[in-house]
Every structure is written in structure tokens, then in C-alpha cells.
């Protein structure tokens, strides 16, 4: 049995919020009744998407679904359910000499959420996205059948949902490869750029290291526009021979409540902005897994620090040839508004896989911005998604929440299944009719 619990729900970004009824199934057969029973429903893994994509007024969680139904430690591969979360697997597969090939930024997210977003780490270029990684997932459908998806079995129905935001069905369990691990620790080196020019060089030239992703003050101005720390990493060798595989958790400190909204004001963020790129301890360091790949877990509800009223986060990919006056010509549009981003992360992507239709990165650069949801922010959003626009760029829809219905460039209604609907997609078929 299933109990259903009505409540008012959002996910990271705090923005919108919607009065929800949701269900935890715990077994398959649990969730065919769940499926058949409704008219539409979304599923959602742990809510770490930032706008509206796991919402819609039914919604089936999979936390529930969390069990590891097979780890092959001689050849990396795991076989587990699809509420399963990355942070779950850690302490399991570290030890026996295994990491993720593909992990974003943060591990308390589902591997039905990583594949629904078809999520992508600090090493696009060498590594891709999750999907790369996947061997084959099992799929309810509207009809309740399970489907069996692989490259090989339904290879369409695999490459939409990877990326295809839950509309193609409820993701049950899946199996994927792991890479060989053999130290807890990373050499990091931190690269700080005086400038825009300076940022994206450093990137240009460090493209041996396995790993990348830079910070930006979108603050500085004059000669120092544009600049940020980059850090690079690779997988350290072991200190010792037999040096303890052990995955390094710390236990997180917490932000107990919300922030007043005046907190992060164009002031606080200056001063915060100047702290970081002053304070990088630039050159090369060893850190530890968690410390390089989850820096922002370290505090728990982060997100609180923005106020009840949320953010916006803002991240968008341009073409390589496009990026560097793209995100020039954007940065520079911020700096002219009244919105301020707390937090800026730049990456490069590598090239998109012609199968993988619903990947978010495309060769070249995203910048994600990290924006207070002000009264003036959808005003900006609608400028941002014009110059985006331009420069042939696309927005991550696991981000969005208040984009242009193309900025995605997908189309839910070409492969999507009517039943599986949440808010972002109807946000995409309203704004379709009305254009
Ligand atoms: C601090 C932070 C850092 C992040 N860094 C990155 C990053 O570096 N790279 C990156 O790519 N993303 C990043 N993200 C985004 C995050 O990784 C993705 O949104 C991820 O999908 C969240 O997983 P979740 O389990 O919370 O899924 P949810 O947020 O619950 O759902 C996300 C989407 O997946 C669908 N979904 C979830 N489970 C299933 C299922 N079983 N079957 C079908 N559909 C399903 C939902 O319908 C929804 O559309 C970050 C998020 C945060 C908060």
C-alpha cells in the first residue's frame, strides 16, 4: 500500500511552489496502480532540479524505490533502482576501488533524476554525459508495461529519455558502468584569471587536466571583467600502496532557517566576491573527492540562504565558436541590470553525441547564474533568452523556470507521453500555443 500526502512543494530553487499530492510507491506493482490510476503525474527523485521540472499537482516519488539490486565489483557495474542516490552508492562502491565516470556537483540526487536530466560533471569533454555511462534502463510507460531500454533494446525510447525530463515514463532501475578509482584524493590546481580573456585561456590551455569548472565575479569591472578562478583536477595516484579507499565524508553544517531577502544584496555579494578571488589558494593542492566533487553539499539547505522568496538559476550553453562574445556580451547585459547572480560557473563542453538528442551541453562553454528572484528577474530572463538566442546557445531545463518555451530545444509533444506532465511542460506547450 501507498499512502498519498498532500503538501505544498518545491524544488532547489525554492521557485514556484505548488500544492502537490504525492505519492511514495515502495514496489513496481505499487506504482503500475499509482500510474493507472491517474491522468497525468510526474516523477521526481530528490527534488535537486532548480525550477518547475519535478513538479505537477500528482507527483510519484521514487525515494522509495532505493534498492541495490546488484553491484559488480570486479567490473564497476551497478544495478540499482531509480531512487537510489549517488551519496548511497559512495560508501559502497569507493572502497571497492570505483567512482562515478559522471557526477555533477552534487551527490544527493537519484539515478532517475541523473538520467531524466542526463546530467553532466567537470569533465564534459573527455566524459560526456551520464547517458554515456548508462548500459540499459527499465521504463513504466502510461499503459503500465515495463520496457527494457538499451542502445540495442528500444534504442529511441533509451535516447529520449535520457534528458527527456520524465515524459517519456517513470524510470524503475537501471545499470551503469563505473570507472576505476585509485586514490580518495585529487590534485587540484587553482588558476586565478585577472580578466574574461584570462578565464577562458586558462581553460584552452589546461585541456590535459580531467577535470574543470570555473568561478566568475560577474561584479568586476574595467580591466578586471570577467575574472574567476579556475580549478583543475585530476585523479591522484595513492599516497601509499595500501592507503584506505574510504569516501571522505564530512558530517554538513546546516542553514537552520530562511535568510531575510535583503542578504544577498549587490554589496554582500562584492564583498563575498572579492573574498574568493582573493582567497584561492592558487597552485596545486590535494584535496579529497568530496571536497572537489560536492564542495556545496558541505552545507546543508544552502538554499535557504536566498530567502522564502527563492532563486533563479540561469544556465545556458553556447557554441565554441560563439562563447567567449556570447558570454561576454551577457555578462556585460547583467552588469547593466538590477540583478545581481550570488554564484557563477563557467565549463566547457565537448561534443554532443548525434544519438544523445536531448543532452543538454553542445560543444563549447555554459555559464550557470545563480540570480535572488527579484521582481525584476523574469525581466532579465526574457533579455538573457533573446541574446542566448542569438548566439545559437540553448538553456538547461533542469534549471529553468521561467525561460522562453524554445529555449530548450526540445519538442515534449514529439516524444513525450501526454500522461507523464509536469508544470515545466505545460510551461512549454502554453508558451508553444501562445507564440
Ligand atoms: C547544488 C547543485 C549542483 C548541481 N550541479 C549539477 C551539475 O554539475 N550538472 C548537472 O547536470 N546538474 C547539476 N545539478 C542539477 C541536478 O543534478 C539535476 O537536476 C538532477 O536531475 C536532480 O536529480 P533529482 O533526483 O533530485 O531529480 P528531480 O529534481 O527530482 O527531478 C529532475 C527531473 O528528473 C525527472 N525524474 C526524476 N526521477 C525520475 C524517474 N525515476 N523517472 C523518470 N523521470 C524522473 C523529474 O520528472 C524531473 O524532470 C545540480 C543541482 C544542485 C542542487
Known sequence: MTKNQTSTIANWGNYPKVRAEIT???????????????????????GKCYGDAALSPFIISTLRLNRVLDFDAVNGVVHCEAGVLLADLLDAIVPAGWFFHVTPGIKNITIGGAIACDVHGKNHPDKGCFSNW???????????????????????LFWQTCGGMGWTGVVLSARFQLMPLRS????????????LEALFAA???????????????????????GRGVVYFADHAEPQTPEAPLLFPQKKPRNVPFYAPSWLLNPLTIRVHNAMLFSKAST???????????????????????????????YQFCLPEAKSFEGIRQIMKTIRESRDTP????????????????????????????????????????????????????KIYLAKDACSASRMGRVDPVAFGEPKFHSLLKERILAKKQGA
Not at 203 to 225: I, M, P
Not at 353 to 378: C, E, K, N
Open 24 to 46: 511514495v510507491p515502495e514496489t513496481p506493482e505499487n506504482l503500475r496502480e499509482q500510474v493507472l490510476a491517474r491522468e497525468r503525474l510526474i516523477a521526481r527523485g530528490n
Open 134 to 156: 548508462l548500459i540499459s534502463f527499465e521504463l513504466m510507460r502510461a499503459d503500465g508495461a515495463i520496457v527494457h531500454c538499451s542502445r540495442a533494446d528500444n534504442p529511441d
Open 184 to 195: 580518495i584524493y585529487m590534485r587540484q590546481l587553482a588558476v586565478r584569471a585577472e580578466n
Open 203 to 225: 581553460f584552452e590551455t589546461n585541456q590535459n587536466r580531467q577535470y574543470a569548472a570555473g568561478w566568475v565575479d560577474c561584479l568586476s569591472g574595467g580591466a578586471a571583467f
Open 283 to 313: 597552485g596545486e593542492h590535494l584535496v579529497d573527492l568530496d571536497r572537489y566533487f560536492y564542495p556545496l553539499d558541505s552545507i546543508q539547505n544552502w538554499n535557504r540562504l536566498y530567502g522564502r522568496r527563492g532563486f533563479i538559476q
Open 342 to 393: 550570488f554564484l557563477t560557473v563557467l565549463k566547457r563542453h565537448g561534443e554532443r553525441p548525434a544519438a544523445a538528442i536531448h543532452s543538454f551541453p553542445i560543444r563549447g562553454y555554459s555559464l550557470a547564474l545563480d540570480f535572488p528572484r527579484t521582481s525584476s528577474i523574469i525581466s532579465l530572463v526574457r533579455v538573457l533568452d533573446e541574446l542566448v538566442w542569438q548566439y545559437d546557445g
